[in-house]
């Protein structure tokens, strides 16, 4: 469950506490409502999706099979002892140098674990501290992480974790490395994620409302209704899952949207100005502000300007920018 954007928290103000609740009868998949749903290509079916409204009856049962589906698991319980983990750590040594091997062009078919047993002993793998300098290799992009070595009801599956960069590399960290799920159960939410972003696509059209407006709340709500459903066909779907799925749903789209509609206008506008008039780049973004070309992003301008290593930074971005990567935005790219 990890989603290549900046960490946000952007938590729904709906369902709270939904996926709580171990009461009431529990609905199988099959029990549910079956809904067709069309495909999402054309605006004619995107406007189709947008209108189909999910009942109350329907949500409530739809709650009801959700809830009723094992929750991603947590840390807890017994440690195992020196022994257990002294041979948990040489398996995971084993797959540090499988991994490091297979880079440099080794055939899987030459790194079965009797073959690596055989060069590298328990001796050494101990006195090479299990290789876990692996997990710093630049030429992979995840690790064992030692803290879910010690927990004898972790697959090493759950070990394995991918790598956060300098920390802001996905959405949710701290709710993704303490929830523990299954390969099926990852391999569909994937499948489930696509389903939604392709079945909800029609909310793009209210990303232009503030958050706190009725029609985004509105919206926000009924995609988060038809969310629900879609999830009831998916048997590994629990509520926690697919409310975070719909989150992050919310939150790429959201971003999409700032990030073509806000932030590349802006930018642009910064560039141009920059290359046409031959000023500096502050007095481009204050020629901006005072036009007020962009009043959502009024803040954002305000806080560049009045923060050095912020203002600088995107300095740096707009003069990285090349021409081919605005033409897309002229109209006549004979103006410059």
């Known amino acids: 469950m990890l989603h290549g954007r900046t ?22 998949p099959s029990s549910a409502r079956a809904t067709v749903w069309p495909p999402s290509d054309s605006s004619h079916e995107l406007a189709d999706q947008e209108d189909y409204r999910v009942s109350e009856e329907d949500f409530c049962e ?33 797959y540090r140098i499988r991994a490091s091997k297979m880079t440099q062009g080794v055939s899987m078919d030459e790194l079965d674990d009797m073959t690596l047993r055989k060069e590298c002993l328990p001796e050494a793998l101990e006195e090479m501290y299990y290789f876990g300098d692996y997990d710093h290799d630049d030429t992979i992009d995840w690790y064992l992480d030692p803290d879910h070595s010690v927990h004898s009801y972790l697959s090493d599956y759950h070990r394995l974790v991918l790598k956060n960069g300098d920390g802001t590399r996905y959405l949710d960290w701290e709710k993704y490395c303490s929830w523990f799920t299954t390969y099926e159960t990852d391999e569909e939410y994937l499948k ?52 975070t799925a719909y989150t992050d749903h919310i939150f790429n789209t ?25 000023i500096t780049f502050r007095q481009a973004l204050e020629q901006i502000q005072q036009e007020n070309m962009f009043p959502r992003q009024e803040k954002c301008i305000q806080f560049v300007l009045d923060n050095t290593s912020i203002y600088t930074r995107l300095q740096s971005t707009v003069s990285s920018y090349s021409r081919p990567r605005f033409c897309n935005l002229c109209p006549n790219p004979l103006e410059f």
């Open 192 to 243: 489930y994620f696509e389903e939604i972003s392709k079945k909800i696509k029609w909310i793009k059209r209210y990303m232009e409302f503030e958050r706190g407006s009725p029609e985004w709340i509105e919206m926000e709500a009924r995609g988060f209704w038809q969310a629900v459903e879609i999830a009831v066909d998916f048997p590994h779907m629990s509520f926690d899952l697919a409310s």
């Open 254 to 278: 959201r971003f999409d949207y700032f990030d073509r509609e806000e932030i590349d206008p802006l930018v642009f506008e910064i560039w141009k100005r920059v290359t046409k008039q031959k």
């Open 7 to 28: 960490p946000v928290q952007f938590d729904p103000e709906f369902g709270s506490g939904a996926g709580d609740s171990d009461e009431g009868p529990s609905f199988t």
């Open 62 to 94: 739809h709650l009801s099979v959700l809830s009723s589906r094992p929750r991603p698991t947590t840390i807890v319980g017994p440690r195992m002892d020196s022994e257990q983990q002294r041979k948990v750590y040489e398996r995971l040594a084993l």
